[in-house]
Structure formats: structure tokens, C-alpha cells
């Protein structure tokens, strides 16, 4: 995939805080014009992508290309491509939604106040509210209707539906992907629920223990896993070519989630399509260190 | 610029409310001393140098006293004068930045499409406009009130702050200060602390080392003078200095001595004039040890006429101050990450 097929591009990158790994080691490419989910437990380094990305900080190590250009403090023209939403969704609490708007607006070029409004109006948020009298979604909306109303190229969204009720995180993903489609920007997507990453997206990384576990899209994703089931205490070994994720064993047999390049047609073994939720995890379960005594860099060899 | 005015409005606002009620307050009572001061200045008072008679001498008394007791309140006035400036600068900056920075709206900030340095120069300037249009007047108010008042000469470290423009370009300083503490400390109570110690360490600092030597001082003969407009506080200036000067030491001089005697001079002068007493017993009178050792009583200070070369010295080391920091902050708001 070449620069300008993909909107983001991590070649070995590296993250380190004081003592602790951000990010290790990331080598990942996002395509353009997709809607791409950041699967990971807390700490596996999501937030840490997004903000390097964002350019709100700088890789210890390695490269980060974001729309083909090195995200920094001092890429002026890229602040204007990339809109990225925070985890804690700051916004001006004592201004009203009206003003988060013009200051929308006056930093930003390319802003679109028809795009803004109408977001606004689909969800009844009066713009004379004060931020700081919202509920909790509905300043989650105001947040994203800033990075959307800017009409970036690619949008970074760090769990813009955590800490929502089930209806404002429906309404929040839902018009997300009615303005993308309008739009056609790409999307970056960190989040926890799994759900949501079937639902709207496309393509999916995991990151797990500051590594990328596995990348690639939903469908070939769903395409080249199974769960392989066989009845009793039987060591059988699954046929070469497969890759196994993850192992379970219960008094009923053993159950592998296991990556397939080819057919597989091996009658002795019982053969499911698991859901994308159960790909993901198990990859996130095997990444793990604490479990099986495998890592995660050894999970990301074997998958690939 | 609007940005930057819709966040800051509330603490400007507030602010200003309180320079209104402080000038209301500085006003009130500086006409009134004012007066009080006329008073006792004329006759029959003449400042009691004139002659009086018994019934003068009550009035008389009676208005001194009344002078005498707002000395407390003269302070109170100076100390709010001396301190407004920097806080407003320091609670601007800190809001500027660290407020930001622990409210992680500067990551909303900062993923717009214009620079940080873009955002920070707008920060400071609506903050220096706010800090100007605020501080100037009230620079010029409380300037009137040194003098109305008479506390003290406008030249002396009491008031010379308040006295002039330094309080404005303090209150830019303390701004300048508390965005680079900020920037490094990331916490606006701490670096709302930071800052307070740090300018107050710089301000005594430069007041009291720095601006003494940055005046050309002048020597006058001791003797009693008597008050008049314009003079220091107290009711008998006993130095030789004019009343509107800035008195820095006193001490004896060889009477041969000719132009300004350098401290030391002054410093062997009155160590041989304490060995001249406690060597006879009884004890020889302070008057009769200096015609003893020929040494006369004199006083180093610094002539009112050089109050706005001193206001230039102080305001320029702060406005040159700010602009390093600034420059500084520029540097650094680059490498904050998030």
C-alpha cells in the first residue's frame, strides 16, 4: 500500500514515558477512506497512537506518517486535514454551544457552521445551552460535531462513545457514520466495545501491551479465522498452515480460534465461523502476558 | 483575540470590579487627606511651626491626630496597590496556560488548525491589552493618591511602585511569569504559588539591591527641616535631604570631604564617631566627637528629579523581562506534549 492509499502509516514506533512503553515497536498501515476501529485493553497504547497522530506529542522512536506527512507541533497544514476528538472530550465549560462553535469556526478554515447546526438541531441541543449544564452525551455530540464541522480528511477519535448510555452512544455512532459517508473522510476509532467495531467498522487493529496484535480488514478478518471444535480429551493436532490464537479446553473437548489460509477440510474437527468479536478477543486474550506464557510479539508473528 | 477575551472575560471583569471599588476607595480618601493636609499645612497650623495659641494648638493637634490615624489605612491602600498588578498578571497567566493544560482543553486547543504559537501570542496579547487598559488608569490613580495622601515621596521604595508605570509593567511580567510556570509545572495552584514566590523574591529583590545603585545619589548636610507639600511622611523630617527625595543612608563624612562620599567613606566616618563615644567615660556628646574628629552629619539619597529615570530602570527591566519569557514560552509550548 502506497503513501497515498494510506491515511496513517507507523513504521517501528515507538512511545516511551518515563519508566513505561506507550507504544512499542508499532508497525501498522491504516488505508484511506475506511472506518478503522482501535481495539485494546486500558494501557495497550490506543490513546498513545492517536495523540502521536494528532500531533499532540512525538515518537520516541521510529516513523509516523499521517496523510503522508510527519504529524509535529510545527505541521501547520495537517491540523487542518485531522480532526481528533480526546478520550475526556475537553471542551470550554463555561461557554455556550453557540460559542464552541464560532470558536470552531474561527480556528478553523474549513469549517462548515451548516454541518455543525444541523448535527446540532438532529439532536436537539439548544445552542445557547451552557457546555458545563450538558449531559454528559450531549457534550460527547458537541465535542464531535467540532471535529466534523472542520471537514478534516481524517478524523481521530478517541472512545468518542465511552461513558454513554446505550441510546446517546447509538445516537453519537450513528450520526458519526451519517456525516462520514456524506463526507467520505476517513476514520481512526479507538474504543472498548466490541460491538460497536462490527457494527461500523471496516477494518480493525489491536493493540495490546503497547503492540500491534493484528490489522487488517473486518472481512478478511472474519474470512481467515475458525473455530475448530473436537469432542473429548484429545491431543490431535491441528493441520499445518493453521495458526492458533487461542486454546480453550473444557470436559467437553478442546476449542481452537485458529487463522486458515486455505480451505481447511479436516472432517475430524468441527468447523465454525466465529464473529469478529471473537476473533478480536481471543487476539486480545492471547496478547495477554499473563496468559499461556506467550506475548504478544510472538501472537503478531503468528498471525501474519 | 476573542478566544482568549471569552475565556478570560470572568477574571478581567472581576478585576476591574475590584480596581473600581479600590479607586473609589483610594479617591475618597485621598481628597479627604488631601484637605486634612492643606489644613494643617496652613495657617494657624502651619504644620505647628507657626505660632500658636492655646486654642490653635487643640485645633491643631486634633487635625494631626486625625492625619496621624489614617497612616494604617494608607497602608492598606499601598499594600492592595503594590500587590493588584501581579496577582491579576499571575492569575491571567495561570489561567492562560496550566488551567488549560489540567482541564485538557489545550488538547482541543492545540488539534485546531492554527499553530501554538499562533495560540499563545494571541493569549498574550489580549492579556496585555487587558492588563493595560485595567492597570493604566489605576497607575494614574493611585500615582494622584501618593501625592494627595503625603504617606510618603513618590521616589521612596514604599510607593514607588505604585507611583508611575511599574505596576503595569509588572502585572505584564507576573503574566509572562506564570505562562512559562505553567508551561513546566502543568498545575495552576502550584504554578500560581511558583509564581507569587518567584516574583515577590525578584521584587525585593531589585527593589532593594538593584534600584539604589541604579540612582545617582546626592549628599545633604543632617539638620531639622521643616514639612512642607510634597514631603515624606512624619510630622518632623529631621534628615537633610529634600522632601521629595529618596533618602538611602545616613552616617558622617570628614568635613574636607568634597562631592558624594562613597559608602565606605560614610561607613569609617560613623564607626570612628561610635569609638569617639564609648572611649571617654563619661561618655563624650555625639556633637562634641564630631568636632573632635572633624566629621560632620550628612545623608545619601536620591533626588526626586530622578523618579522617571528610576521609572524607566524598573519598568524597562520588567517589560524586558516579560518579553524573554515570552520568547521563552514560545520556545517551549513546541515541546509540551500531551
Same mark, same amino acid.
Do not use: C, M
Given at each position: 500500500m502506497n503513501e497515498e492509499e494510506s491515511v496513517l502509516e507507523a513504521v517501528n514506533l515507538d512511545k516511551r514515558y518515563r519508566r513505561t512503553w =506507550?507504544? &512499542?515497536?508499532c508497525t501498522l498501515t491504516i488505508p484511506k477512506g475506511r472506518v478503522v476501529a482501535l481495539v485494546? $485493553?486500558? =494501557?495497550?497504547g490506543k490513546s498513545t497512537l492517536l495523540r502521536m497522530a494528532a500531533g499532540l506529542s512525538e515518537p520516541s522512536g521510529g516513523t509516523l506518517r499521517v496523510l503522508g506527512r510527519s504529524p509535529s507541533p510545527g505541521t501547520d497544514d495537517l491540523r487542518e486535514r485531522v480532526g481528533y476528538l480526546d478520550q475526556d472530550r475537553p471542551l470550554y465549560r463555561s461557554f455556550r454551544v453557540a460559542e464552541m462553535l464560532r470558536f470552531g469556526e474561527m480556528n478553523n478554515p474549513t469549517w462548515s457552521m451548516d454541518v455543525a447546526k444541523n448535527h446540532l438541531a438532529l439532536l436537539d441541543i439548544p445552542l445557547r445551552s451552557r457546555v458545563g449544564n450538558l449531559s454528559g452525551g450531549q457534550q460527547a455530540q458537541v465535542a464531535l460535531t467540532l471535529c466534523l464541522a472542520k471537514q478534516p480528511e481524517l478524523l481521530l477519535l478517541d472512545e468518542p462513545a465511552a461513558a454513554l448510555d446505550p441510546v446517546a452512544r447509538e445516537d453519537l455512532l450513528r450520526l458519526l457514520m451519517r456525516q462520514v459517508a456524506d463526507s467520505g473522510s476517513s476514520v481512526v476509532l479507538s474504543t472498548h466495545a466490541l460491538s460497536d467495531v462490527a457494527a461500523i467498522c471496516d477494518y480493525v487493529v489491536v493493540l495490546a501491551h503497547a503492540h500491534v496484535v493484528l490489522s487488517n480488514d473486518t472481512e478478511y478478518i472474519v474470512e481467515t479465522h475458525r473455530i475448530l471444535s473436537i469432542v473429548g480429551d484429545s491431543d490431535l493436532a491441528p493441520p499445518p498452515g493453521i495458526t492458533i490464537i487461542n486454546e480453550q479446553r473444557s470436559a467437553r473437548g478442546r476449542s481452537l480460534l485458529v487463522r486458515v489460509e486455505l480451505p481447511f477440510n479436516d472432517i475430524r474437527w468441527r468447523v465454525d465461523r466465529p464473529t469478529l468479536e471473537e476473533i478480536v478477543l481471543a487476539y486480545l486474550r492471547e496478547g495477554s $502476558?499473563? &496468559?499461556?506464557? &506467550?506475548n504478544a510479539d510472538e501472537i503478531e508473528n503468528g498471525a501474519r | 483575540m476573542w478566544f482568549v477575551w471569552r475565556q478570560q472575560r470572568s477574571i478581567v471583569i472581576a478585576f476591574a470590579l475590584l480596581a473600581v471599588v479600590v479607586s473609589v476607595w483610594a479617591l475618597i480618601m485621598g481628597l479627604h487627606e488631601q484637605t486634612l493636609w492643606r489644613e494643617y499645612l496652613a495657617a494657624p497650623c502651619k504644620g505647628e511651626f507657626g505660632g500658636l495659641t492655646p486654642s490653635d494648638a487643640k485645633f491643631c493637634e486634633g487635625l494631626q491626630s486625625t492625619v496621624s490615624s489614617s497612616g494604617k489605612l494608607n497602608d492598606v491602600v499601598v499594600g492592595i496597590a503594590v500587590a493588584f498588578a501581579p496577582l491579576f498578571g499571575l492569575i491571567l497567566g495561570v489561567n492562560a496556560v496550566a488551567q488549560e493544560i489540567e482541564q485538557k482543553t489545550i488538547r482541543l486547543a492545540w488539534t485546531q488548525s492554527g499553530s501554538r504559537a499562533r495560540w499563545l501570542t494571541n493569549k498574550y496579547l489580549a492579556s496585555v491589552v487587558s492588563l493595560v487598559v485595567i492597570l493604566a488608569p489605576l497607575c494614574w490613580l493611585f500615582s494622584w493618591w501618593v501625592g494627595a495622601s503625603h504617606?510618603?515621596? +513618590?521616589? @521612596?521604595?514604599?510607593?514607588f511602585v505604585i507611583s508611575g508605570f511599574v505596576e503595569v509593567a509588572c502585572g505584564i511580567f507576573c503574566f509572562a511569569l506564570a505562562v512559562v510556570v505553567g508551561l513546566l509545572l502543568r498545575r495552576p495552584g502550584w504554578s500560581l504559588a511558583v509564581g507569587v514566590v518567584l516574583y515577590a523574591a525578584i521584587f525585593l529583590g531589585f527593589t532593594t539591591q538593584v534600584l539604589p545603585s541604579l540612582g545617582s545619589p546626592s549628599v545633604a548636610v543632617m539638620q531639622s527641616t521643616q514639612l512642607g507639600e510634597g514631603s515624606s511622611s512624619g510630622f518632623y523630617s529631621s534628615g537633610g535631604a529634600p522632601a521629595d527625595s529618596w533618602p538611602l543612608s545616613t552616617g558622617y563624612e570628614p568635613k @574636607?570631604? +568634597?562631592?558624594v562620599p562613597s559608602t565606605s567613606v560614610i561607613n569609617q566616618g560613623t564607626n570612628n564617631m561610635s569609638r569617639c563615644a564609648i572611649s571617654e567615660t563619661p561618655p563624650l556628646s555625639e556633637s562634641h566627637c564630631a568636632q573632635h574628629l572633624g566629621l560632620i552629619a550628612v545623608q545619601l539619597y536620591i533626588p526626586g528629579d530622578q523618579f522617571w529615570t528610576l521609572q524607566s530602570f524598573e519598568g524597562g527591566f520588567y517589560l524586558i523581562a516579560a518579553a524573554l519569557l515570552a520568547a521563552l514560552s514560545l520556545l517551549v509550548v513546541r515541546r509540551v506534549e500531551q
Open positions: =506507550g507504544l &512499542r515497536e485494546g $485493553p486500558n =494501557g495497550s $502476558p499473563h &496468559r499461556d506464557g &506467550r | 504617606d510618603a515621596a +513618590r521616589i @521612596t521604595q514604599k510607593v @574636607t570631604e +568634597r562631592g
